[in-house]
């Protein structure tokens, strides 16, 4: 109930005008989001970079309505991509197909991914389509597909409360695309998601190993250590190398674990966003993790 009520609450107009406009609740996002200028990414990128941690960026922002905005996304995109390039960081991008305009039209939205994609091989960098809701799987996975016969540095991210997952992960799994695994967090019907914690947590592990003995460097996206631990005796087991993947896991949250898997030799990414559009990403991290609550909660009280 908690995690619907939170679910539903991203994506009130009210509350996030509120939370945009609140310095409180700005000062809350900082611990989950690097800050609303790619400046302030690209220090925190810097910083992680020492540690040992790679980097995945994201611009936040998603279903623009108007197309001028799609394109000040693309360009938004298009600089971070320069900056990583000209800083000499270890990082890559993450972005959002809603964000270059796919609620607007297909084609603005392919013309838009397209210039992105181009500009990233250019510059050698890798490129992650995020999955969004439901609504939008079809077309990012049947999109991702064709522009990778294109552009090799282009992949997606399969989320495993999805009855459809397995099914799309084979098709990515064929064409070689790299993946990024995720439990999920947007509101699903039943019909479509798993309902249970304990379902999600046992597809995720069925498609972990698929990935690991078959995918292209993939990406284990989890704080979730029972699943940390059943990917490292999988690949121990059937004789992969820690070079053969990495585990990504999101800015501010268990920074332990991320260190510690680092020091033990594991490839680790973290997620890293920025930008002025902030709410809806935090209410999906607080929904996605009780303990995330309690850490604002308890900031609050005190």
């Given at each position: 109930?908690?995690?619907d ?32 200028q ?18 995945a ?44 305009g ?78 990024r ?12 998601a ?36 059943a990917?490292?005796?999988f ?61 604002v ?6």
């Amino acid at each position: 109930m908690l995690r619907d009520t939170l679910l539903y609450l991203s994506q009130h107009d009210g509350l996030r005008n509120f939370a945009l406009s609140n310095r409180t609740a700005r000062n809350f996002s900082h611990r989950f989001v690097a800050g609303e200028q790619l400046s302030d990414s690209i220090e925190v990128t810097r910083t992680l970079n020492q540690q040992g941690l790679s980097v995945a960026l994201d611009h936040l922002g998603e279903n623009v309505t108007d197309a001028r905005e799609a394109r000040a996304a693309t360009e938004d995109y298009i600089r971070a991509l320069e900056c990583i390039k000209e800083s000499g960081l270890d990082a890559n991008i993450s972005i959002k197909l809603t964000a270059l305009g796919l609620d607007i039209a297909q084609e603005l939205c392919e013309e838009n991914l397209r210039r992105l994609l181009s500009e990233a091989g250019r510059l050698g960098i890798f490129v992650c389509i995020d999955m969004e809701s439901s609504a939008y799987t079809e077309r990012t996975i049947d999109l991702t597909l064709r522009l990778h016969r294109e552009f090799a540095q282009v992949g997606t991210v399969i989320q495993a409360y999805l009855y459809r997952s397995k099914d799309d992960l084979e098709r990515l799994l064929q064409e070689g695309v790299r993946v990024r695994l995720v439990k999920g967090a947007y509101k699903e019907p039943p019909d479509l998601a798993f309902p249970q914690k304990a379902e999600v947590d046992a597809n995720y592990v069925r498609l972990m190993g698929m990935l690991l003995a078959r995918g292209n460097f993939p990406a284990i996206a989890t704080h979730d250590e029972a699943m940390i631990t059943a990917a490292c005796r999988f690949a121990r087991d059937h004789g992969i190398s820690r070079d053969a993947f990495e585990f990504q896991m999101l800015y501010g949250i268990r920074r332990d674990l991320q260190e510690r898997l680092a020091r033990e030799g594991y490839h680790v990414r973290v997620y890293v966003p920025y930008g002025s559009q902030w709410y809806p990403y935090l209410m999906r991290r607080l929904a996605e993790r009780p303990a995330n609550l309690m850490f604002v909660l308890s900031n609050l009280w005190r």
